[in-house]
């Protein structure tokens, strides 16, 4: 999507993306991937997640990227954490202890800055963009992790023409196909989720899959 959608979405409040608890499946699958403490994690397109606490308790350094400064000044005041701000090139940096958000595209954010991460988190920013676009986030995605860094993806998948997205389905065929010459890629669990989402339960979607992938940079 273009910046000014999600410009309006957070101007408006209209966040449904963001959820008031860590997510279920970051909990149960981030010890899985065995990376060091206080090791650097990206989060690309970040919100205001309290995954990023989660990360943080877990004594990792985390380093967001997020386009909309409302939601980025929002994690901190929403978590009571004092932050501080500077510029930083075309990006603005937020900082407060362990959490560092640069604010701004992540089309932009220069490689130099996770050259250093030991891990990453994707939570609704891969299915955040359309089939077009997925693909240059992809792209951009694999270049701002170095070779072997391990990751979360979480995606959603459902029958595309039965809802106008975001956010948008990304089957297992999408990632063999876009991810898979960047990352090794192993499915931790799909589960279907419709019921628990009365939006697509309303427009008759007839099925709705949660899963969690496990990426490594190769
Ligand atoms: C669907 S939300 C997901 C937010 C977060 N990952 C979560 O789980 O709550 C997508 C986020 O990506 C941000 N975003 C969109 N385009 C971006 C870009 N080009 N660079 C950085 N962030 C972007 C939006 O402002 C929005 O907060």
């Known amino acids: 999507m273009e910046p000014s959608f999600w410009h309006e979405k957070w101007q408006l409040q209209q966040i449904g993306f963001h959820q008031q608890q860590v997510n279920p499946f970051l909990v149960k699958y981030w010890s899985q ?28 350094r985390v380093l967001g990227c997020e386009l909309n400064p409302l939601a980025v000044e929002h994690f901190f005041i929403d978590n009571d954490l004092a932050y501080q701000v500077e510029q930083c090139g075309e990006h603005c940096l937020y900082r407060a202890g362990e959490v560092h958000i640069y604010q701004g595209d992540i089309f932009t954010l220069p490689q130099d800055l996770t050259k250093t991460i030991g891990g990453f988190y994707d939570r609704a920013a891969l299915i955040a963009w ?89």
């Not at 589960?191 to 427009?203: E, G, I």
């Open 33 to 60: 991937l065995d990376l060091a403490e206080q090791s650097d994690v990206f989060v690309p397109l970040c919100g205001k997640s309290l995954d990023m606490c989660y990360l943080a308790e877990q004594r990792h």
């Open 130 to 218: 359309p089939e077009a676009m997925r693909q240059q986030y992809a792209v951009a995605l694999a270049q701002l992790i170095p070779a072997n860094v391990t990751g979360l993806l979480i995606t959603l998948d459902y029958p595309q023409d039965s809802l106008q997205g975001p956010p948008f389905a990304v089957s297992p065929d999408w990632i063999q196909t876009h991810l898979a010459p960047y990352f090794d890629v192993e499915l931790l669990e799909c589960v279907d989720v419709l019921a628990d989402n009365p939006r697509f339960v309303n427009k008759q979607v007839p099925w709705l899959n949660e899963a969690v992938y496990k990426l490594t940079r190769k």
